[in-house]
């Protein structure tokens, strides 16, 4: 395994496993209550994130398909992803509003399970995605974010992580409440 998949891969496991502990903060009986008018339950969160990494998922596999059938070379580079995105501090600084595009807002209602089972197997696409993609240039295949610009594929994945992160935090918050 590639350094870079392999920094990514543990990053995003760690992270998971964050969500995980956050969810298992809330009591069961309120993790598909809305802590408060125009927020989402731990389990809405779920979606949101179900949604997030199912879209970033299908773009990404999109994108290196391409890369591939248009000859994309080996990875060299071995230096960290994660030390290089600079959006992760902004990314993870909840102070900041950053509000989530329409198309990503749970619509659903899923109770928390099947929230959580959607956002797993999001999870576990995107990282076959990234299994299968071992060892190709993925600094070189890229698709704009809508508030950091032009990420490329390492960096896409490092934003997935981060927002995991946020996220977990959020329902963190749902638990004290």
Do not use: C
Request: proline letters at 6%; zero cysteines.
């Amino acid at each position: 395994m590639h350094p870079r998949i392999q920094e990514l891969l543990d990053y995003l496991d760690a992270q998971h496993t964050v969500l995980r502990e956050a969810v298992d903060s809330v009591p069961v009986s309120q993790r598909n209550e809305p802590p408060g008018p125009e927020q989402w339950s731990t389990a809405g969160v779920l979606e949101h994130l179900a949604i997030v990494e199912t879209n970033i998922g299908r773009l990404l596999k999109d994108r290196i398909a391409n890369a591939r059938a248009s000859g994309i070379g080996q990875e060299t580079e071995t230096s960290s992803v994660l030390t290089t995105f600079s959006p992760q501090s902004v990314i993870l600084d909840r102070a900041r509003r950053i509000t989530a595009s329409p198309g990503s807002h749970p619509k659903q209602n899923l109770p928390w399970e099947a929230a959580l089972e959607a956002h797993d197997s999001a999870r576990r696409e995107l990282r076959n995605t990234l299994v299968g993609a071992d060892g190709l240039s993925l600094t070189e295949v890229t698709h704009p974010h809508p508030v950091f610009g032009q990420l490329d594929v390492y960096h896409w994945i490092a934003f997935v992580g981060g927002h995991e992160a946020r996220h977990a935090a959020q329902i963190r918050a749902v638990g004290q409440a």
